[in-house]
């Protein structure tokens, strides 16, 4: 398994901007299909993101156009570009490792997570 760290969260304004970083250990980190889910108070978990070892790349409707998944394997690294935020963007972001490479909308298919970072947009 990979140990992943979050980073980048904040509060931002409505039509603002943010990246959040996701930094992973381990030497197999090229090998993961990576994610970013986000989980709103009273809301379940949710797919916003998802890299897959091979560079396809999956969006939930609602961020097609404003948000951009990408990695960087030298650095270990995959990131969420997110643009155009709104107000109904706010929640706590998760990164996510899924072993195999492949990309699944179940977030019970993802065998490591980060701690979570907080992003509040102000409307």
């Known amino acids: 398994q990979v140990q992943l760290v979050e980073s980048g969260g904040g509060l931002v304004q409505a039509g603002g901007s943010l990246r959040l970083s996701c930094a992973a250990s381990?030497?197999?980190?090229?090998?993961?299909?990576m994610a970013w889910f986000r989980q709103a108070p009273g809301k379940e978990r949710e797919l916003v993101a998802a890299l897959s070892s091979g560079g396809s790349t999956y969006y939930a409707d609602s961020v097609k156009g404003r948000f951009t998944i990408s990695r960087d394997n030298a650095k270990n690294t995959v990131y969420l570009q997110m643009n155009s935020l709104k107000a109904e963007d706010t929640a706590v972001y998760y990164c996510?490792?899924?072993?195999?490479?492949?990309?699944?909308?179940?977030?019970?298919?993802?065998?490591?997570w980060g701690q979570g970072t907080q992003v509040t947009v102000s409307s």
């Open positions: 381990g030497r197999t980190f090229r090998t993961y299909a």
């Open positions: 996510a490792a899924g072993y195999g490479g492949y990309i699944s909308t179940n977030w019970a298919s993802y065998s490591s």
